[in-house]
């Protein structure tokens, strides 16, 4: 009866009740999909994007470990004696960020291994001669009242004719050491010679530097590291270039430019002022900053508004080179860390790029940069050109495009 037509109805209104607050729910979740879509599409690419820095920086782990293997490996001292003390010597005191790397990673890695430094003798290799003179008479003192002492020659430069001050002092450092019992060990470089078409001078060269039995030597890039074998045999080895000893690095700075444009300007350059100001003029007429380049890091971190004037550069130079070059890794990095991609046709611009979480587009001026890369997969199946974040071009046009690309697909 009447019960029943109550309960009926109570049941009618509870189903519109629940119709309503059903169609309210569906309409949110219609409202909320893209919101929602968006959302996991941001925690999705940040994921990625974790994921990527964390297999990079588990490559650069992997290499600075390999770098470290391999300089146990060579660094044995003739007589026997478990080396202890390290002269790391002939550091390149100027601005440009991939001596500076160099020196500084060499120090790191060979401090972390556990050796005792003597920076003292670290004299600058392209000094004038009466000042080359007196201190290889000092390191050759030390050493003979050191047996358990080996000489480290750093990595920076070119061994070669390219800069020959600095090779002609690496002559008088391994030829006044021939007649003790002391390891010398030249480390990782390229074998550079842009005058020499008959070969005599690199044969001469590598004369001096055979004469000594107790010399090694490290190349960072197989056809250096052939050319040596044929003069040194077994002593040349080869090896992954300093700055992979060095690891993963975290940036200073948050980025403040879009592109960081690193194009060789001196002896070694392929490209013409003109065509890197012309690229410079492409991004910012579509509304990109820039800042821009070479090897010296005043200009670029004068330009970002930093402190490098040069009483900045004297007072750290006074205090040593490995406060120096200290200085020089402090600003490299804040350069890099400032932009959020880099353009590079430098080796040390685009592994110091990569060693800083950036993501770079490198055109290869002299095989330095592909070479690299190869003994870094050589090194660890992690270190591929992706997961370096290294990505070749074939032009300025290309790298343009791709720069272009990756900012729009990257706005923040």
């Known amino acids: 009866g009447s019960g029943q037509a109550s309960l009926t109805c109570k049941l009618a209104t509870l189903n519109l009740h629940d119709r309503a607050e059903a169609t309210d729910a569906m309409i949110i979740i219609r409202c909320m999909k893209p919101i929602l879509f968006v959302v996991l599409l941001l925690v999705g690419c940040c994921a990625i994007a974790f994921d990527q820095l964390a297999f990079r920086t588990q490559c650069y782990q992997d290499l600075q470990s390999h770098w470290y293997n391999q300089f146990k490996s060579i660094a044995i001292s003739p007589n026997g004696k478990r080396i202890t003390d390290i002269v790391h010597y002939g550091h390149q005191t100027h601005l440009n960020y991939g001596d ?13 291994m556990g050796y005792k430094l003597h920076p003292e003798f670290g004299t600058h290799l392209c000094r004038a001669p009466a000042t080359r003179r007196r201190a290889i008479n000092r390191l050759k003192g030390y050493v003979d009242k050191h047996p358990n002492a080996a000489v480290v020659l750093s990595g920076g430069g070119n061994l070669g004719d390219l800069y020959p001050k600095c090779m002609q002092h690496r002559l008088q450092v391994v030829k006044a050491l021939q007649n003790t019992t002391t390891l010398v060990l030249n480390l990782g470089q390229s074998v550079r010679y842009v005058n020499d078409s008959t070969g005599d001078t690199m044969k001469s060269h590598f004369t001096v530097l055979k004469q000594n039995p107790y010399f090694h030597a490290c190349f960072r890039d197989g056809k250096s590291c052939a050319k040596a074998k044929a003069f040194l045999g077994n ?46 003029s492409r ?32 007072d750290r130079y006074e205090a040593g080179p490995d ?22 046709d430098r080796l040390h611009g685009a592994v ?16 330095k940069i592909t070479t690299a890369i190869q003994a870094a997969q050589y090194a660890s199946e992690r270190c591929t050109p992706d997961s370096m974040g290294l990505h070749r071009v074939m032009s300025l046009d290309e790298a343009y495009d791709k720069a272009m690309a990756y900012l729009k697909a990257n706005p923040d």
Not at 323 to 344: D, L, P, W, Y
């Open 352 to 367: 110091v790029g990569s060693v800083m979480g950036k993501t770079v587009f490198y055109m290869e001026a002299l095989g």
């Open 100 to 112: 500076g790397f160099i020196w500084h990673a060499e120090t790191a890695a060979l401090k972390a």
């Open 323 to 344: 406060a120096f070059f200290e200085a020089v890794v402090t600003m490299s990095n804040r350069i890099m860390s400032s932009a959020k991609v880099v353009i590079a």
């Open 235 to 280: 002593r040349a080895h080869c090896v992954l270039d300093s700055v992979f000893s060095f690891g993963m690095q975290q940036p200073l700075e948050t980025p403040t430019v879009d592109v960081l444009i690193m194009i060789r300007s001196d002896s070694e350059k392929t490209l013409t002022d003109a065509q890197t100001q012309s690229l410079v």
């Open 283 to 314: 991004f910012h007429s579509n509304g990109y900053t820039t800042v821009s380049g070479d090897g010296e890091w005043n200009t670029l971190a004068l330009a970002l508004g930093f402190n490098a004037t040069a009483k900045f550069w004297e």
